[in-house]
């Protein structure tokens, strides 16, 4: 079956700073998606950015941008010029074929001032 | 912001009773997914549609039952609720993959304590 692991339970980082979050994923298939969500204290869940698995081309959002090293099967999240309003939970989500979207545990993102 | 409307929004119950949630999407999409958030856990899907009358177990399953009688509405049913069912309960749509922009949408959650 297939896994989600974020292995940082929470993380900081000082407004203005780079962090990159962490996910690695377990699959045999080779046509997928991967998800990074982020979920603010109103409890929304928001979609940050998406990469298809046959892309080679890490995708990028303004300040968000992914590292995906299909070999590895990982998939991290770098957030430049951390603001405020970035501190949330953040979950990465893997989907193929079978259409079922299996999330990872999460990491809560403090932003210190 | 996708059209995904979850009700009720906060429910108290006590343990052994019936409970019901609703979830209803007007954006025509074909899957309808339900997932339950607790902490240390992150969300972890219950059951998911993939067209009326269509529906498939995920990995918590047990003690949950759904239904999807139209496309724009899928049902989540705790036949006797349980402390252990106290949660956050999401709904999220997607297109399927037919489509170019695959992706889900979150509902805004339904609170469920059980006492």
């Known amino acids: 079956a297939q896994t989600v692991t974020q292995s940082q339970p929470e993380m900081s980082v000082q407004e203005a700073e780079t962090v990159t979050l962490s996910c690695t994923y377990d699959?045999?298939?080779?046509?997928?998606?991967l998800f990074w969500y982020k979920q603010p204290p109103s409890r929304q869940m928001i979609l940050v950015i998406r990469?298809?698995?046959?892309?080679?081309q890490n995708a990028t959002e303004n300040r968000f941008s992914v590292n995906f090293q299909k070999a590895a099967k990982s998939f991290s999240l770098k957030i430049s010029d951390s603001q405020l309003g970035d501190a949330a939970m953040y979950f990465c989500a893997y989907k193929d074929r079978d259409d079922k979207i299996i999330f990872g545990k999460g990491t809560r993102l403090h932003i210190l001032p | 912001d996708a059209g995904i409307t979850q009700s009720p929004r906060h429910k108290v119950t006590e343990t052994g009773t019936p409970v019901t949630l609703r979830c209803h999407q007007t954006?025509?999409?074909?899957?309808m997914y339900w997932y339950r958030q607790d902490p240390g856990h992150g969300l972890r899907l219950i059951h998911y549609?993939?067209?009326?009358?269509?529906?498939d177990k995920g990995e918590v399953s047990d003690g949950y039952s759904v239904s999807r009688s139209k496309t724009e509405d899928f049902l989540l049913t705790l036949e006797s609720a349980t402390s252990s069912q106290t949660s956050v309960y999401f709904c999220a749509i997607s297109e399927g993959p037919t489509s170019t922009n695959e992706k889900l949408f979150f509902g805004s959650g339904t609170q469920l304590s059980v006492l």
């Open positions: 954006e025509n999409h074909r899957y």
């Open positions: 549609s993939y067209g009326v009358k269509d529906t």
């Open positions: 699959t045999s298939e080779s046509d997928y998606y």
């Open positions: 990469q298809e698995a046959y892309k080679q």
